[in-house]
């Protein structure tokens, strides 16, 4: 079945050399774990002619004509099965960027037992040692690796440099060096024992099992972060990345390796979706999974434990991101150049392909004509392309299946008599998969169009009368089965606190005047509920909570003289005469 196997080395060093009583030595730099606070990284601008952007589009040419090999990695191994597979660039679909192996069962079985036969030095390992390690990648993605992070992204997965940097760059190290500070603070509790003949402490375990990452293909930060975060907090897991997203993934992988990481702690699997699924959620170790990605595959998933849940061994935990029909909401008192720009930017960027994205917008009839007038203005103004171009705002959908996705809608709303084509509609996949930036508009608030997720640059338009603004935002949050994110514009506060109220269960990220997208790790932890998932909050610290089994421990100091009861002294007071007749079994 296996064509090839051999030991994983990373820049010389084997990394079955590295033990876990190593690790200390792994960080470039000392820190303190129990003062260390966790900023935002900065974001240089790009801007044509500065340092930074001379050195990416130096990185980016330097994958020209490159081809990565990137295999299976269990423990010290690597494995490449028979049938070599591709990721090409999704705006040149005949580049190909990445070569890559599935994992059969055997192999994902492999890596179950590679991940279980560590788990209990790694859990034993210190939380300051193992948040060293990670902060230790943080550094090296901040420097070493921040140019091939963004260019692998910006060619695998079609994002332009600043959608690029807000992911690749930013938010991954934010994630880190965040989930770090976290961890430490949601240690530092200690049970009190009042009672001088006992000690009474808490133990920060992992989960009993190993955990499983399924990743997504819109966001590398996800994709490090979601194994990351698990074994941060003393647990083992195995990495199933997005076939469109591996260029980048296997990138961080590496360079989670090189920080220190022991071989095991994270197995970098690619596999078909449902033979991966199948095989996870058959296994008795099944501690738990992290997922981002599709409702469908998610309810499956879930099913699936649900089918097995009498063969674990403990109850698997499930964390779930499946995205959202978000929504903005305009009042006629908003600032109307702030609707316009919030929706260009949320709707389009990285083409709608955020989880966040602006998917269905309600405008009152006083500022439709106006802020019309602007989005086809800007839609005008809006460069399509190749990412690797600086002025390019948009480039092409994921993959194949995207782009029909997306086209199958658009050719909906040209025939529906309830829809029209405000700006763009066009679709070309000859060279790339690119789906002109759409507005629609529909005199039918419950049109298709207003609930099902498309993931792509389509926003639809819902143009409501003014004095209406409370039956429609009552409809609007009800519409959609989702409930990720949302966006409330206005100016008047009452109308604020009304809408905001209505609201309320709608989104689990909501804005007041700003766009639908762009949470920052520390500052907005994200998630939704309802179809969008289990708002667990990733970017908060509640999040790394998931990941942990405490175990509470009672330690007596003082021996025990007696085992009666204090109401059963011979001298208490009140002493009740005992009836033996009802009760014989009674005695003095």
């Excluded at 939380?127 to 921040?146: G, T, V």
């Excluded at 332009?160 to 530092?188: K, M, S």
């Amino acid at each position: 079945m296996y064509w090839s196997s051999r030991k994983h080395t990373f820049n010389n060093l084997e990394l079955s050399q590295i033990s876990y009583r190593h690790v200390r030595y792994m960080s470039s730099e000392t820190f303190d774990f129990n003062t260390f606070v966790a900023k935002n990284e900065p974001m240089p601008t790009y801007s044509p002619g500065t340092k930074e952007r001379n050195l990416l589009d130096a990185c980016v040419a330097s994958y020209e004509c490159r081809i990565r090999d990137i295999p299976i990695v269990i423990g010290d191994e690597e494995i490449r099965t028979e049938g070599e597979r591709y990721q090409v660039c999704p705006f040149d679909h005949e580049r190909k960027v990445a070569r890559y192996y599935y994992a059969p069962k055997p192999v994902i079985q492999k890596a179950i037992v590679s991940c279980l036969s560590g788990r209990k030095a790694w859990e034993r390992t210190p939380l300051a040692k193992r948040a060293e390690i990670f902060l230790r990648a943080a550094d090296l993605m901040s420097n070493k690796y921040r140019y091939d992070l963004l260019a692998t992204t910006m060619l695998g997965q079609g994002k332009n440099i600043w959608q690029a940097e807000i992911d690749a760059g930013a938010e991954i190290i934010d994630f880190l060096r965040f989930d770090v500070q976290f961890a430490r603070e949601i240690t530092e509790y200690k049970p009190i024992s009042p009672n001088p003949e006992e000690l009474n402490s808490i133990k920060y375990r992992g989960c009993e099992g190993f955990w499983a990452a399924i990743t997504p293909f819109n966001f590398t930060a996800i994709g490090g972060h979601l194994p990351m975060a698990p074994a941060l907090m003393g647990n083992v897991c195995l990495w199933k990345p997005s076939d469109t997203a591996l260029l980048s993934n296997y990138l961080v992988y590496e360079i989670y390796r090189e920080a220190g990481l022991p071989a095991g702690v994270i197995n970098f699997v690619p596999a078909d979706g449902p033979v991966f699924g199948d095989t996870i959620t058959a296994s008795p170790d099944l501690a738990g999974i992290n997922f981002t990605g599709s409702v469908k595959t998610f309810s499956h998933l879930w099913k699936q434990v649900g089918a097995n849940i009498e063969t674990y061994k403990s109850y698997p935990r499930l964390i779930g991101e499946c995205g959202g029909k978000n929504m903005h909401f305009v009042h006629s008192s908003a600032k109307i150049d702030q609707v316009f720009y919030g929706a260009v930017q949320s709707g389009f960027e990285y083409g709608g392909q955020k989880c966040s994205a602006l998917s269905r917008m309600y405008i009152p009839e006083s500022m439709w004509p106006t802020v019309k007038e602007n989005l086809v203005q800007i839609h005008k103004q809006l460069i399509v392309g190749t990412p690797l171009y600086g002025e390019t705002f948009m480039s092409a959908v994921i993959d194949e299946k995207a782009f029909a996705r997306c086209m199958s809608y658009l050719d909906y709303a040209r025939k529906s008599p309830n829809v029209s084509v405000v700006a763009g509609g066009r679709c070309n996949d000859s060279k790339g998969y690119f789906i002109e930036p759409t507005f629609l508009e529909t005199k039918d608030p419950r049109d298709k169009l207003f609930q099902e997720e498309i993931f792509g640059p389509i926003v639809t338009i819902y143009v409501y009368p003014d004095a209406k603004y409370r039956e429609t935002a009552v409809l609007a949050s009800k519409t959609s089965p989702y409930a990720l994110t949302g966006a409330l514009y206005a100016e008047d506060k009452s109308v604020l606190d009304e809408l905001s109220e209505i609201f309320e269960d709608s989104a689990g990220n909501f804005y007041i005047n700003d766009k639908s997208t762009g949470a920052v790790v520390g500052q907005q932890p994200f998630g939704g509920s309802r179809l969008s998932g289990t708002n667990d909050k990733a970017g908060g610290p509640y999040y790394l909570l998931k990941f942990l089994s405490p175990q509470s421990i009672k330690r007596r100091t003082v021996p025990k003289t007696t085992w009666k009861h204090p109401s059963m002294a011979v001298n208490s007071p009140g002493k009740m005469e005992v009836n033996k007749k009802s009760f014989p079994h009674v005695t003095d």
